[in-house]
């Protein structure tokens, strides 16, 4: 079995080996260092290699001999060359013959090498998860009808576990588009309750006079229209589940109704005196912040700790970007059955554009991102040109939903989310324009070039997307 090495340092002077072995160390990377272009290949021929970082002048084999060698044989592994020359002309040969980057002697300061080291792992992970993807078409990690092996998600699936045997209210919290309600059925599927009924209600969309009527049924008479006896959805859910999605959109007059049930299990139809009971665990959802009505005054304190007995928040898209190349492939699956198509990849360009935007709209707002892509690509393929505009458009701009979305947010964190969306769209149309240099991208910018590189990765963008061919 092939060993995983995440940094390989190929250099003949000792205090360069022993000074990335020390750096690497303290980003916790596999680290191995060699002095010969020979005892790199043999080395890279009998393991898994992310990245190598590798000088030009080595002896026995050239460092350019290297790269071609790692080029032909791992064309997945990023390299980055040491020159001590720094001449545009030996740079240019390098990109060409597919390095990721390229450092100059001395290489200071040293946390700017560390982050091109960096960048280049993460693009070889990318692309690796993505051939994995590709080799086998079929979604991973899927949990109970969820996606995703990032950390957060992993922590939501043991939490769902946790909980299965208990009947407690559960309330979850997150951005619209995150997937509030496939998380209630997961809740609901692996439960006690899992083959009685789940039912669900979106409190915004339907009237206050209507949502009573809804929740708690009515008799003949008791309004106009009211023609006949209805069940409401207690008494339809009973033994089960319902999901009360965007909760903290009720008001407080049928606040006070709802907090009764869920305090004593009763309640009475719209136009009836006669006391109900049933046995029904509330899942609660809101994309708002509770705590913040609360404070408001327009939503009951004494409800949100009888729904919130469980509390679950889920992360933004943007937070767990390894889980974007999962997604997407899902969707290219479940699109290419709806859409009888024959796509059965996205390009690795595609995907860097995929995995630096700042989905505002979140899982949501990436399926329709897939599904308009996968309308307009021809051929087996989703390439950039194939994206939505707007993802790497060259002006700046909010859509409407976006613009409606940030309206949900107070100030500050609607501020944060455009100027993460700024940022995003800001460093790759520069990028773009500047071939990935970063040195003319400062000087275009008037940003010092140590700083650009702080926010580049502080934004998580891969420059190698933007390297000359």
């Not at 060698?69 to 390299?79: A, F, G, H, N, Q």
């Not at 979604?139 to 208990?166: A, C, H, K, T, W």
């Not at 407690?168 to 609901?188: C, N, Q, R």
């Amino acid at each position: 079995m092939l060993k995983s090495i995440s940094l390989l340092i190929v250099d003949d002077e000792e205090s360069i080996l022993k000074l990335f072995e020390r750096l690497a160390r303290k980003e916790r990377l596999s680290c191995v260092g060699v002095k010969s272009g020979y005892e790199a290949i043999d080395l890279i021929g009998k393991n898994e290699v992310e990245c190598v970082l590798l000088d030009i002048n080595l002896p026995s084999y050239s460092g350019f001999q290297v790269l071609e060698y790692i080029k032909s044989s791992k064309p997945l592994t990023e390299v980055v060359l040491i020159t001590g020359d720094g001449t545009v002309e030996s740079a240019v040969k390098a990109l060409k013959m597919g390095a990721y980057d390229y450092l100059t002697k001395p290489l200071e300061p040293l946390d700017r090498a560390m982050v091109t080291v960096n960048n280049a792992i993460e693009k070889y992970r990318l692309a690796k998860k993505v051939q994995e993807l590709e080799k086998n078409q079929e979604p991973l990690d899927v949990f109970q009808g969820l996606l995703g092996s990032s950390s957060s998600m992993q922590e939501l699936y043991s939490l769902i576990n946790s909980i299965r045997d208990s009947s407690s209210s559960v309330l979850i919290e997150g951005e619209s588009g995150t997937g509030k309600e496939m998380v209630a059925k997961a809740i609901h599927r692996t439960s006690q309750r899992a083959h009685k009924p789940f039912l669900v209600v979106n409190c915004a969309a339907i009237p206050e006079g209507l949502l009573e009527s809804e929740l708690f049924g009515h008799t003949k008479g008791a309004f106009t229209g009211a023609v006949y006896d209805k069940r409401g959805l207690f008494e339809e859910a009973n033994d089960g589940t319902l999901f009360l999605d965007e909760i903290g959109e009720i008001s407080l007059n049928f606040q006070v109704k709802l907090l009764r049930i869920l305090q004593e299990g009763e309640f009475r139809r719209v136009g009836d005196s006669t006391l109900r009971h049933t046995d029904v665990r509330i899942i609660a959802a809101t994309n708002k912040n509770l705590k913040q009505l609360i404070h408001a005054k327009t939503f009951r304190e004494d409800l949100y700790y009888r729904l919130h007995v469980i509390g679950i928040h889920l992360s933004p898209l943007r937070d767990r970007r390894q889980d974007i190349p999962l997604l997407t492939y899902h969707f290219l699956a479940k699109y290419n059955q709806k859409l009888e198509k024959n796509v059965r990849e996205i390009s690795l360009e595609a995907m860097q554009v995929l995995q630096s935007y700042a989905w505002i709209g979140n899982v949501r707002e990436l399926e329709n991102v897939m599904e308009r892509s996968m309308v307009f690509a021809r051929g087996e393929t989703i390439q950039i040109k194939d994206l939505p505009a707007y993802l790497y458009s060259k002006t700046f701009h909010f859509n409407e939903q976006e613009e409606n979305h940030f309206s949900e947010y107070c100030y500050k964190d609607a501020k944060n989310r455009a100027l993460t969306a700024f940022h995003q769209s800001y460093l790759h149309h520069l990028l773009k324009e500047t071939k990935g240099n970063i040195s003319l991208a400062s000087n275009h910018a008037k940003i010092d070039r140590s700083n650009l590189k702080k926010i580049i990765k502080k934004y998580d963008i891969n420059t190698s997307e933007f390297k000359k061919e």
